[in-house]
C-alpha cells in the first residue's frame, strides 16, 4: 500500500468510527492529507501506525454536571475532556464553554492541539474540554457553582504534570478563577494546574493578549516573506472576543487599519479604523459586561449591519488587503474566500480554530493568497500559557517586556518551521503543509521513541 492510499484507508476508518462528527473528520482530512510527502520519504511512520495511534485519543472523558440556578431549579449539562497525545509532555488545551460543544467538536479542537503544541517548541501534549453549558446571561453565582460542579469530577483527570487546561470560549478569567478554586479546595494542593489565572495567584502577563498578539506577529513573518508589512493595509476582523481584541490592538499598533469587527449578531464597520476609544469601549462591552457589540457601533455612530459576516461588510465596503479570521470554527466558506480574493486579499491568518473551510483554504492557496494555518497562527495562547506552567513551576514571574519578547521569538519560529518543511517536501510556502509536517514529525518521533503505549 502506497501513501496515498495508506492516508485514504485511516480517514475512512476515522469516520467510520466516529460517526456524526464533522468536526473532527474535517480536521483529520486537513492534517492527513498533507503528510502523504513525509509518509513516503519516511515509511517508519506507516509500519509503527502512527496515523492510526495519533487519530485515537489516548483517554476520552465524559460526565455529567448538576447544578443549581439562582432561583433553586436544577440542571444537567455534559463535560468533557478529551486527553489526545501526551508523546511531548502533559496534556495541553482550552476548555469550552457553549451550548455547541459536543464530542466531535471537542475532538477535532484536542487534534489540532496536538500539532499547535509541537510547533511552539514548548512540552507539552495535546487535549481540549469543555461542556454544553451557556454562561450567557448567567449570574456570577450560577457560573461559580457550574464550575464548582464541572472541577468535582474533572479534578481527577488533570495535574500540573498530568493536563493542565486553559480558557477558551466562554471560558475567561472568572471561570478560570472559580475553576482554580475548587481545584484548590478539593486537592488541598496550589499548583500550575490551570492557566489564564489572573496575575495575583500564579497568572501570566501577555497571556490574555497572546493568541491576537500572537496570531499578528505571525501574519508579520508571512508579509516580510513577500517584502510586505501592515503600513496601510485594511484589515477584516471577524469576531470581538479574546482573539479579535488583541489582534486588533496590535495589528494598528503596527500600521494596520481594522476595518470590521463582528459578534454572532451581525458585524460592525470601521471606516477610520478602530482608535483606543473605540478599542476600550468593545473590550468593556464584551470582556467586562459580556455585552452586545451592536452596542458599541450605536455609541459612536458606526456602521452595524445585523445578521451579516465581517467579510460581506469588509468587500461591501471596499478593498481587503488581509482577513484575520477570529470567532469560530468554518466562519470564511468558499463563498466568502471567493469575495475577499477579488476586493484584493493577500495574506489570511486564522486567529480561531479551523475558521476556513477545506474548499476556501483550497481556493486561497491556489490564488497564492499568504495562507496562516490556525495552528500555526493562532499558537500565540497556547505559548504563554506553557511560559505561565515554565513560572509557576520556577515560582517566578517575567515582566511583560520578557513574556512579549519570548511570544514573539516562538511566533518566527512557528513561522519558520513551518516555511523550512514546505520546502524540504517541494511546497516552498505551503505553511499549512509545512506546519503539519513540522508538528507531526516532532509527534511521531517521540511515540516511537517511547514504544507502543
Sequence with gaps: MNAKEYVENVIEHVKAKNPSQPEFHQAVEEVLHTLVPVLEKEPKYMKHKILERITEPERQIIFRVTWEDDNGELHVNRGMRIEFNSAIGPYKGGLRFHPTVNIGIIKFLGFEQIFKNALTGLPMGGGKGGSDFDPHGKSDAEIRRFCENFMMELYRHIGADTDV??????????????????????????????TGKGLNWGGSLIRPEATGYGATYYLMEMLKSKGEDLKGKRVAISGSGNVAQFAAEKVTQLGGKVITLSDSRGAMYLPDGINDEIWNAVYETKAIKHGKLEEVAEKFDLPWYSGKKAWEIA???????????????????????????????????????????????KYFMDNGILFGPAKAANAGGVAVSGLEMSQNSMRLQWTREEVDQKLQQIMKNIYETGAKYAEKYGKPGDLLMGSNIGGFVKVADSMIDQGIY
Design 315 to 361: 468587500v461591501k465596503e471596499g478593498e481587503v488587503h488581509i482577513a484575520m479570521p477570529s470567532a469560530t470554527q468554518n466562519e470564511i466558506d468558499l463563498n466568502d474566500a471567493k469575495m475577499l480574493v477579488n476586493a484584493g486579499l493577500i495574506a489570511v491568518a486564522e486567529g480561531a480554530n479551523m475558521p476556513s473551510t477545506l474548499d476556501a483554504i
Design 165 to 194: 487546561p486553559a480558557g477558551d470560549i466562554g471560558v475567561g478569567g472568572r471561570e478560570i478563577g472559580y475553576l482554580f478554586g475548587a481545584y484548590k479546595k478539593i486537592v488541598d494542593r496550589f499548583e500550575g494546574v490551570l
